[in-house]
């Protein structure tokens, strides 16, 4: 079993940065390929970065290209996502994501099996 719990989120103004964390408990964390998602009200989840076991390999959604950045850090279980020149159609919840199975260009929902609860970013105009 995976736990994974998400922090950093919060209130920006348009133009401004934020780095969110989610961390790993449970099975080991560098078998893990992680993954960002978020969900604005009233729309479907989307994918926003994911990143391989090794870090090697990183993937972006195209709104967010240049902006954000995802790495990890196996040795403190953690992954994160650095979000810089943040817009207000960012606001969403985001979800931390992992999966044992490393399928990087896979950017369904369903190819994550755990879930964090999500933190909120909202940013303002």
């Known amino acids: 079993q995976v736990q994974l719990v998400e922090s950093g989120g919060g209130l920006v103004q348009a133009g401004g940065s934020l780095r969110l964390s989610c961390a790993a408990s449970?099975?080991?964390?560098?078998?893990?390929?992680m993954g960002w998602f978020r969900q604005a009200p009233g729309k479907e989840r989307e994918f926003v970065a994911a990143?391989?076991?090794?870090?090697?390999?990183?993937s972006y959604a195209n709104s967010v290209k240049g902006r954000f950045t995802i790495s990890r850090d196996n040795a403190k279980c953690t992954v994160y996502l650095q979000m810089n020149s943040l817009k207000p159609e960012d606001t969403a919840v985001y979800y931390c994501?992992?999966?044992?199975?490393?399928?990087?260009?896979?950017?369904?929902?369903?190819?994550?099996?755990?879930w964090g609860q999500g933190t909120q970013v909202t940013v303002s105009s």
């Open positions: 449970g099975r080991t964390f560098s078998g893990l390929a």
């Open positions: 994501a992992a999966d044992f199975q490393e399928r990087i260009g896979d950017r369904r929902s369903i190819a994550y099996a755990y």
């Open positions: 990143i391989s076991r090794s870090g090697g390999s990183t």
